[in-house]
């Protein structure tokens, strides 16, 4: 990356000649189902539907509440967004061939979007009245269950003829999980809710009777057949209750309803392309990444940023880009996806998948890149598309800023800026813990899942296994990587957390309220907050000859807390 350099010339005039990138311009296409206009930056406008939108993320990534305090925070970092963004265009980093290769990466997932809602989703149903109440009924229930687990349908389907010729359950159980000795644990996830779970995984538990089994299901994660060894069923279901939550409910059923049908269509989309693979070029491809992936993972940052998790410029030097690693048919024609084509995508791919199952990760950027070729030949690759990509581009040029100063720390820190810091993030305000908690990581969910089901049944052999860690009294804001998901984790309980690019198991064993005073936690804070100090200075200085305009009485109207 280049080193960076404000150029001489930091005035509004250059920064409109690049407005258009801002996304917000009255000219471009109507991508906000709200426009009203809640603060104006130097000209751009932040809308009401963009700021409701990066808000709910903003609460995911934070674990906050809906409240007046983060409200305004997480409209400060959208003005912050825009200021950064307009330094960007003005920096040396603009020239960074990173953020070309991410504008169309980025045109390219709009485009498949935009078909993907227009020939899908926007022809789903509202759900009625009798398929809320079924919903509502199953939300409330559990059931109790076991599963045989497995990453491919040609042994979920083994299995299952065994099952059919009348073997065992859980005699099965012990051959699918290699159990050294007979385990009567074996699959044994106890009682799941209709709602908390994977999606087609809930559907086929819920369907099944007590002692019955399912043909396999094919989940987010894999494969699995499901036995049924209970229900709880929940008695009393009030109409007044029902009233209550239709409206939240139907929330969730679209969503699912979305995600079931979703797959269906994408998988029937893909099936209608007659794919065949080369799997010797996928197997040379799959050594080849291994040769020039990061081996090892930076831990997350406080605010989310895309890790480059392969070289991705060496990757290109030692391949041939048009090796054909499967091919495809289109209008009555075959066409090759190449090595050059999957490299294209190969950042928005999930990392540990691109090394263990590199074959579905190459079908995962197949299929990128057709939906996005039907996108193109449908015509939407219009004046939306452009300003959905305007917005796109504002946001990323915003995060490459605030990565450059993670990566190039303020060595002289200003105590007054960091104070200044501490209270416009309103750390006083935020809810804050002191934890006691251990966890342990893993490379893959099943890894997790499987000693997860282990440490919920015998707690104590969580501490004999190699990647476990504890600590005691710890701060929350010293658990960056953990801190969201300690938030909300249940006391004493085993869970399984995604973390950037591998999985914990992770039980909090306390979580107690703790204020965070400036004196008392001086050095903490500054800690904290030290990685952000080139940023903060850097806001504040454009802040100081920025024109931002904030409609408040907008700002009030649009409160839901």
Excluded at 283 to 290: F, H, K, N
Excluded at 308 to 316: A, G, K, M, P, V
Aim: net charge negative; glycine share 4%.
């Amino acid at each position: 990356m280049n080193v960076f350099k404000l150029r001489a010339v930091l005035g509004t005039a250059l920064f409109l000649s690049v407005l258009l990138l801002s996304g917000c311009s009255k000219e471009t296409a109507q991508i906000d189902a709200d426009d009203r206009v809640l603060a104006t930056v130097n000209g751009v406008d932040i809308s009401v539907t963009w700021f409701e939108q990066t808000y709910i993320n903003f609460l995911i990534q934070t674990g906050g509440d809906d409240n007046e305090v983060n409200r305004v925070i997480h409209l400060d970092n959208l003005i912050d967004s825009i200021l950064l963004a307009e330094a960007f265009e003005v920096s040396d980093l603009a020239d960074d061939a990173g953020y070309d290769a991410f504008l169309q990466r980025q045109k390219q997932s709009i485009l498949a979007e935009r078909y993907f809602d227009e020939a899908f989703l926007f022809t789903l149903e509202a759900p009625t009245d009798d398929e809320l109440r079924r919903a509502f009924a199953l939300s409330k229930d559990q059931v109790i269950v076991r599963h045989l687990f497995f990453l491919n349908q040609e042994d979920a389907s083994a299995s299952f003829e065994r099952l059919e010729s009348g073997v065992g359950f859980l005699e099965e159980a012990q051959t699918v999980f290699e159990t050294a000795s007979f385990d009567s644990s074996a699959g044994y996830l106890g009682p799941v809710k209709y709602y908390s779970v994977d999606d087609a995984f809930a559907e086929a538990a819920f369907n099944l009777e007590v002692d019955e089994f399912s043909a396999p299901v094919r989940s987010r994660f894999g494969y699995h057949i499901i036995r049924v060894e209970n229900r709880i069923i929940e008695p009393l279901l009030t109409e007044s209750n029902y009233q209550t939550s239709r409206r939240g409910l139907s929330s969730q059923y679209r969503l699912r309803k979305r995600r079931l049908e979703g797959d269906r269509f994408v998988r029937s989309f893909m099936e209608e392309r007659s794919i065949q693979v080369n799997p010797v070029a996928i197997g040379a491809l799959q050594w080849l990444l291994r040769d020039f992936s990061n081996e090892v993972n930076p831990r997350p940052e406080i605010v989310a940023s895309r890790e480059q998790n392969f070289e991705i410029d060496s990757l290109r030097y030692h391949m041939n880009p048009s090796t054909e690693l499967a091919t495809y048919e289109w209008d009555g024609e075959r066409y090759s996806f190449t090595a050059g084509d999957y490299v294209f995508w190969l950042e928005d791919l999930p990392f540990q998948e691109a090394l263990g199952r590199t074959a579905a990760s190459v079908g995962r950027a197949m299929r990128n890149q057709l939906l996005a070729r039907a996108g193109d030949e449908e015509g939407y690759d219009d004046a939306t598309a452009a300003a959905l990509l305007e917005r796109d581009a504002l946001q990323e040029r915003s995060t490459l800023m605030r990565r450059y100063f993670r990566e190039n720390p303020v060595q002289d820190i200003d105590e007054a800026l960091m104070r200044k810091a501490y209270d416009t993030a309103g750390l006083s305000k935020q809810l804050q813990y002191k934890v006691d908690l251990e966890w342990a990581i893993f490379n893959t969910r099943a890894e997790a899942e499987r000693v997860s089901q282990l440490v919920s049944l015998e707690p104590d052999r969580f501490r004999n296994f190699e990647a476990y860690q504890s600590q005691t009294d710890v701060p929350l804001f010293d658990l960056p990587d953990l801190a969201q998901h300690v938030r909300g984790a249940p006391i004493g309980e085993s869970v399984v957390v995604g973390l950037r690019e591998s999985w914990a198991v992770l039980r909090v064993l306390r979580r107690v309220r703790q204020d965070l005073d400036w004196e008392e936690h001086r050095e903490a804070i500054v800690r904290q907050l030290a990685p952000f100090a080139g940023e903060y200075q850097l806001v504040s200085e454009k802040r100081a000859s920025a024109e931002i305009d904030v409609d408040q009485v907008l700002f009030d109207l649009i409160k839901t807390f």
